[in-house]
T-cell receptor
Framework: DVKVTQSSRYLVKRTGEKVFLECVQDMDHENMFWYRQDPGLGLRLIYFSYDVKMKEKGDIPEGYSVSREKKERFSLILESASTNQTSMYLC????????????FGPGTRLTVL | RKEVEQDPGPFNVPEGATVAFNCTYSNSASQSFFWYRQDCRKEPKLLMSVYSSGNEDGRFTAQLNRASQYISLLIRDSKLSDSATYLCVVTPFRSSNTGKLIFGQGTTLQVKP
């Protein structure tokens, strides 16, 4: 069974803080993704990575950066958190570029005050 | 225009009813199609892939109409446990080697006793 874990279920931060969201998958997947999910907007892709140290911008990368130093770990970084980054953040992984099934972590509900 | 459009609902149906959701996609070059299910406060999970010839999995039937660029999901004999949000998912244009997916905002189903 694929397992994707995220470091926190709930997080409260203040405007201007640097925020790290961690995601770990245990199935040796090549691809990893970060999404945010907001009511009425659905899932929107922030960044993804298809290999260690590789990253690609998704649809809404502004205000975010990522790091993938090890295959199993993909970190999302909010350099200076803002209130409009309050959201549910979901990490996902998939085996490789050819197979599209994505497995999601439980999500991190981030509130920026 | 959104790449994937769904009626957000909610669809309120009694137990035992048959319910159908449609989803339209904008890019005729999309190759792969899926339905994901997301329970309240949980992560999305793959429900089923959608094949050109249509496919069935128990009470669930998925159909693809490439000419009209829509996908449907039919649920027969609805159960209380079917209450969830159903996400229509397609591969974006020129994504055959990235593993990226485009998610619709979801259709919410509430099955009532």
């Amino acid at each position: 069974d694929v397992k994707v874990t995220q470091s926190s279920r709930y997080l409260v931060k203040r405007t201007g803080e640097k925020v790290f969201l961690e995601c770990v998958q245990d199935m040796d997947h090549e691809n990893m993704f970060w999404y945010r999910q907001d009511p009425g907007l659905g899932l929107r892709l922030i960044y993804f990575s298809y290999d260690v140290k590789m990253k690609e911008k998704g649809d809404i990368p502004e205000g975010y950066s990522v790091s993938r130093e090890k295959k199993e770990r993909f970190s999302l970084i909010l350099e200076s958190a803002s209130t409009n980054q309050t959201s549910m953040y979901l990490c996902a992984s998939s085996r490789d570029r050819a197979l599209n099934t994505q497995y999601f972590g439980p999500g991190t509900r981030l509130t920026v005050l | 225009r959104k790449e994937v459009e769904q009626d957000p609902g909610p669809f309120n149906v009694p137990e035992g009813a048959t319910v159908a959701f449609n989803c339209t996609y904008s890019n005729s070059a999309s190759q792969s199609f899926f339905w994901y299910r997301q329970d309240c406060r949980k992560e999305p999970k793959l429900l089923m892939s959608v094949y050109s010839s249509g496919n069935e999995d128990g009470r669930f039937t998925a159909q693809l109409n490439r000419a009209s660029q829509y996908i449907s999901l039919l649920i027969r004999d609805s159960k209380l446990s079917d209450s969830a949000t159903y996400l229509c998912v397609v591969t974006p244009f020129r994504s055959s080697n990235t593993g990226k997916l485009i998610f619709g905002q979801g259709t919410t189903l509430q099955v009532k006793p």
